[in-house]
């Protein structure tokens, strides 16, 4: 298994462009996460999916980003107009049933940092 | 709401010297907690994890942490530090659901020769 995988690395992009990035997780893991890390700082939650379904969103996922996983597999994040505050570093994660499970875990890819210019 | 706080944004020992990153938990109920280990760019790995069966958890590369419910604490040791042990290092929880991670603000760990 080649584990989780994003796409792009980076994207640089002009303030009101809208981006999209693409998350692969490792197969047959049902849930997927989103989370934004900004310099100094931890990862902050975004959203959740288990299967399809998007069961959590954090305040934090305003009116301009919107995430999808349509067929249960990959995601997409999408944010729409972008400003200067949403560069940062956005991580995808992915795990087989809950987190703390006793043979599971949540697996990161390595991200898609975001320069908004 | 469930959160973890990490004392010390950057932690410098000298080779061989033990490590001990702190960690304070906050949460309405009993937790899950995880120590997250992030080289640069890199993904993040998880280090360890206590789900509540013993209370000293052993990880992956010589590390272990204690969970402590009575100082809600969940510090990181090693013995002694090696020169690929640099990197920054999260400590997060979960609530009973473990349905999401929350992380802490980080602690960076230089390592001296």
């Known amino acids: ?117 | 709401a469930q959160s973890v706080t990490q004392l010390g944004s950057h932690v410098s020992v000298s080779e061989g010297a033990l490590v001990l990153l702190r960690c304070n938990y906050s949460s309405s109920v009993p937790p899950y907690l995880f120590w997250y280990v992030q080289y640069p760019n890199q993904g993040l790995q998880l280090l360890l994890k206590y789900t509540s069966a013993a209370t000293l958890v052993k990880g992956i590369n010589g590390f272990e942490a204690e969970f402590k419910k009575s100082e809600t604490s969940f510090h990181l040791t090693k013995p002694s530090a090696h020169m690929s042990d640099a990197a920054e290092y999260f400590c997060a929880v979960s609530d009973r659901r473990a349905s999401k991670i929350i992380f802490g603000s980080g602690t960076r760990l230089s390592i001296r020769p």
């Open chain 1, 1 to 117: 298994d080649t584990g989780v995988s994003q796409d792009p690395r980076h994207k640089i992009t002009k303030r009101g462009q809208n981006v999209t990035f693409r998350c692969d997780p490792i197969s047959e893991h049902n849930r997927l996460y989103w989370y934004r890390q900004t310099l100094g700082q931890g990862p902050e939650f975004l959203t959740y999916f288990q299967n399809e379904a998007q069961l959590e969103k954090s305040r934090l996922l305003s009116d301009r980003f919107s995430a999808e996983r349509p067929k249960g597999s990959f995601s997409t994040l999408e944010i729409q107009r972008t400003e200067q505050g949403d560069s940062a570093m956005y991580l995808c994660a992915s795990s087989l049933g809950e987190v703390a499970g006793t043979n599971t875990e949540a697996f990161f890819g390595q991200g898609t940092r975001l320069t908004v210019v």
